[in-house]
């Protein structure tokens, strides 16, 4: 059985500083003229220099927010399947990268209140791209992260009536807090259907909607961004881990080439 977790999370404000700027002005003395004899003019007296202007008081920069990920090793046991050390967790177009340790673990610092993408990768996984929003809402991390191999994946997408196509298309997989059964999943103005997971874990291209296992995916899906609508018996959702949608229940994400991106929802009944 192969196996997609998810629960995922998001802290305050950015602010700017204020330089300092000085004005000094010197004033300048007229030296008297020796005129036929007369006494010589009085010098004048010199300007005074204005005072300078004081600084203002810079901003305060919020905290970063944490992104703590607990990594496993493949999906059979869940979060009991052995950690995975030596995955790379990286906030897309930085240099803020980690490593996850011996025990699987993995803790990213990132900027608070920004819209942020991140991805998990290793040699021979299947690799994740997430888009998030490190606001209030923000918490940090699920119980665990499943990493699949490569191997692993492409028979899950091909079982689901896919092809796993690296270097051309990436994946969306979806979710909602709790798991419910019966929520449909539309992609806005594209053209796909939505693949769901049967009770056991696996992909049923036969499935018009989610089962108790509560996922779903787009198979072969071209790199970009997208919005996902969930209806059926999903209601009152917001995002979890993804970035708002336009519309009542629905959630943007970003799709890589070779990646798979997993998005989320709350909804009624949830967090």
Known sequence: MLTINDVTSLSSRLACVLGLLVFSI???????????GGTGGTGATGGTGATGGTAATGGVEPPPVSLFLPLTDGHVNGCSSPP??????????????????????????LPAN??????????????????????????????????ITDEEWAGLVEAGGGVWSPSISGVIVLGQVPFIAG??????????????????GNLNPDLTATTSWGEGTFLEVTPGE???????????CSPLTAWPGDAANRLRVPVLAGYFSYASMNCDGGL
């Open 26 to 36: 010197v004033g300048c003395s007229d030296v008297g003229i020796d005129g036929g």
């Open 84 to 109: 995975l050390a030596g995955a790379e967790v990286c906030q897309v177009g930085t240099d803020n990268c980690v490593t996850s340790n011996v025990d699987g673990k993995a803790v990213l610092d």
């Open 114 to 147: 920004q819209v942020i993408t991140y991805t998990i990768t290793k040699d021979g996984y299947a690799p994740r791209v997430f888009g998030d929003v490190t606001d209030e809402t923000f918490h940090g991390g699920p119980e665990c992260w499943n990493m």
């Open 183 to 200: 929520v449909t999943y539309d992609l806005v103005d594209e053209t796909a259907t939505a693949v769901y997971f049967d009770e056991a």
């Open 226 to 236: 997208y919005q996902v609508e969930f209806g059926g018996t999903a209601t009152n």
